[in-house]
């Protein structure tokens, strides 16, 4: 399991291609798990239930379930988006809490939601100190945001490009790189434009009138162009970036937000905005 819609939404698609008996009783986000065992649907302005009374809901759930419908094993993505109360209830839907199984993969530098909580096991962490997902070049970008750079196993890909442009142009200097892009060659299906700040305005138009699920198919069919926002986009890549640097909410988190945002493209990684903001 994990936080963000589009992850999940990858992993569900990958895992039924496994043979039945090979794919896991659970594979989706942490907040669909209580509502598929009867929690109340929330709303998407509610916080608290989100933060809280789910998470709670979740746990009291797990602990009046027989125990044979619990889990073995437990494999959490991005665990970093999980804060104290979650990880309470993740440990309650183990079947066996000694002895049950638990895997967590994190990346403390993109730690981009402000959530704290840290993974119930004490045994040492296995660092995973190679990069198989960007190229070289793209991997050197933003090494100094790394707490500790890893070793580039990718090869070469294309130079970073960088286009300075005031915030207030950010978005319009990005989509004239995306038809760049297009005009160079690129399939519009390679190419995801991501935000900092607001939301590109046809994400804001796809999502208001056709829903998150098509949304996010519109990603996965990767037929085009796709337009997204650094904190919806972890876990996730394309061959190409425009990184759309139009604010933050958070500045003391624009660092992390960065890191994220770069090292989502593979092979080619264009960023547009003001860089001293």
Known sequence: MCYSRGLGRFLQLFTAQWPYDDRPAYVGLFHDLPISWGAAPG??????????????????????????????AIVIDEGQDFSLLWWEAVQSCLRNQVEGILYVFTDERQRIFGREGASPIT????????????????VAGFADLAFEPPIPRNGPGEEIEWS????????????????????????????????????????????????????????FAAEDVFYGHV??????????????????????RALDMLYVGMSRATTKLVIVGDMSA
């Open 43 to 72: 709303s998407d302005d509610d916080s608290d239930y989100w933060e809280r009374r789910l998470p709670m809901q979740l746990k009291d759930l797990a602990d009046e379930r027989p125990r044979t419908s619990l889990f073995d």
């Open 164 to 219: 300075e442009v005031d915030i207030d142009d950010a978005l319009a200097e990005a989509d004239s790189q995306v038809e760049s892009l297009m005009d160079a060659g690129w399939n519009p299906g390679d190419i995801a434009l991501l935000t900092t700040g607001s939301r590109h305005p046809v994400q804001r138009e796809i999502v208001e009138t056709e829903g998150t699920s098509a949304y996010w198919d519109q990603f």
């Open 123 to 138: 045994m040492n962490p296995i660092q995973l100190d190679e990069n198989l997902r960007n190229a070289e070049q793209i």
């Open 231 to 252: 904190l919806g986009f972890k876990g996730l890549e394309r061959p190409v970036v425009v990184l759309c640097i139009n604010g933050f909410r958070d500045p003391d």
